[in-house]
């Protein structure tokens, strides 16, 4: 049984007949059965047994599948990145619960991937998972914005430990953070992004797209459109005031394809991607 990754080594699954019971009793994910939530669970996942979004970038395809599959028994859906562009990509689209950073990457070092995360999602957890162990490294790993720092070889248990940790400690903010089509809302910030470009919205512009993605995937008609960004006192408003907002809004965000006319209605907002 595997219980823990080292560097530059295949991952094996090796099981003792005679332990068998020992060790399902121990993990019993590996066997079959439910796993069920624990006292260390943070209370992002008791919630109606809400997975853990978990994005994991790491060239190293045997260490990934060993984590992936690991973390997957326990409660977790893990994306694997084998680039730094692959996963800028990801995270711009949907944004995951935390994200787990190798330092040396194909295409660019972690660090700078971190600081980059941080420049956009402060509060979204990230955990560096790598061989380098220098007191330097360490330190510059946390001067760049990282949360945990795991030297491997690592234990599956202690890593998925410190992530119950940290999203305990994170779970009441991720939802600050709103996104569709790599369109992204930080609410606490109240700033927009639309791809790794920050963009500049009027109030009315912002309360309007607001509106859309705290309501993905439904119709909203423009009355209700009105009446929560403009009528909230009751007085008139010109229809045509919404038209001109919504037209600038999409000049803005780059004429995206998830912001849909509902002709004669209304409005949608969708991921299309």
């Known amino acids: 049984m595997v219980n823990s990754v080292e560097a530059g080594l295949p991952a094996m699954f090796i099981i003792n007949y005679k332990m068998q019971d020992i060790l399902s009793f121990r993990y ?23 997975m853990i979004d978990v994005y994991y970038i790491e060239d190293d395809e045997n260490i990934a599948q060993t984590v992936k599959a690991y973390l997957e028994q326990h409660n977790c859906s893990v994306s694997v990145f084998t680039t730094i562009a692959e996963a800028k990509k990801a995270i711009t689209n949907n ?18 991937f971190c600081r980059w995360i941080r420049s956009r999602w402060q509060e979204l957890p990230v955990v560096f998972l790598t061989v380098r162990s220098g007191s330097s490294d360490i330190v510059s790993g946390f001067q760049n914005g990282a949360d945990d720092y795991v030297v ?87 229809n045509n005031t919404l038209t001109v907002t919504i037209k600038r809004l999409r000049e803005k965000l780059h004429q995206p394809s998830c912001l849909k006319t509902v002709r004669s209605f209304g409005y949608r907002m969708e991921d299309t991607l």
């Open 152 to 238: 491997k070889p690592f234990e599956l248990e202690v890593l998925y430990s410190r992530i119950c940790a940290l999203l305990r400690r994170s779970g009441n903010v991720l939802g600050q953070y709103l996104t569709c089509d790599g369109i992204t809302i930080d609410q606490n910030g109240m700033r927009v992004f639309c791809g790794e470009e920050e963009i500049s919205l009027s109030q009315p512009e912002y309360q309007v797209l607001l509106l859309f993605m705290k309501n993905k995937g439904k119709t909203i008609p423009r009355e209700k459109l009105l009446e929560q960004v403009w009528d909230s006192n009751g007085n008139f408003v010109n």
């Open 95 to 112: 944004l995951p619960a935390i994200a787990l950073v190798d330092w040396n990457m194909p295409d660019g070092d972690g660090d700078r």
């Open 28 to 50: 019993p994910a590996f066997f079959g059965n439910k796993i069920g939530f624990t006292e260390h669970e943070p209370e992002v996942l008791r919630k109606e047994g809400k």
